[in-house]
């Protein structure tokens, strides 16, 4: 199985693991009754963590690295709008309360 996301409900995500095994995940689905047990099923792991069959990583080690250049006065111009935008919002963001309600009318 991939790493196919779903969008966390219960109900479509059991329809979906039903594709996998029929058996396990048959039948209706009852809101409250029906929770998905997929411990013996899945296994999650980081790119670190994923080897080939010889034990070598499957992917390289990542390594980043800041590449320096000079900006035009108008590239200048930018950045530091830019900056000062998210500067600002992130700090308004803060300082919201923790638990924000949405409400949705349909």
């Given at each position: 199985m991939s790493a196919t996301p779903h969008n966390g409900k219960e109900k479509d995500f059991q329809l979906f693991m039903a594709l996998l095994d029929g058996d396990c995940f048959?039948?209706?689905?009852?809101?409250?009754f029906h929770v998905a047990d997929v411990e013996d099923m899945m296994r999650r792991l980081t790119k670190k963590e994923l080897r080939q069959f010889d034990g070598c990583p499957l992917f390289p080690e990542r390594r980043a690295y800041t590449a320096k250049y000079e900006l035009s006065p108008q590239e200048a111009e930018l950045y530091r709008v830019v900056?000062?935008?998210?500067r600002n919002e992130m700090?308004?963001?803060q300082r919201l309360p923790k638990k924000i309600e949405i409400s949705v009318i349909m």
């Open positions: 048959e039948g209706s689905f009852w809101d409250g900056t000062g935008y998210v700090n308004r963001v």
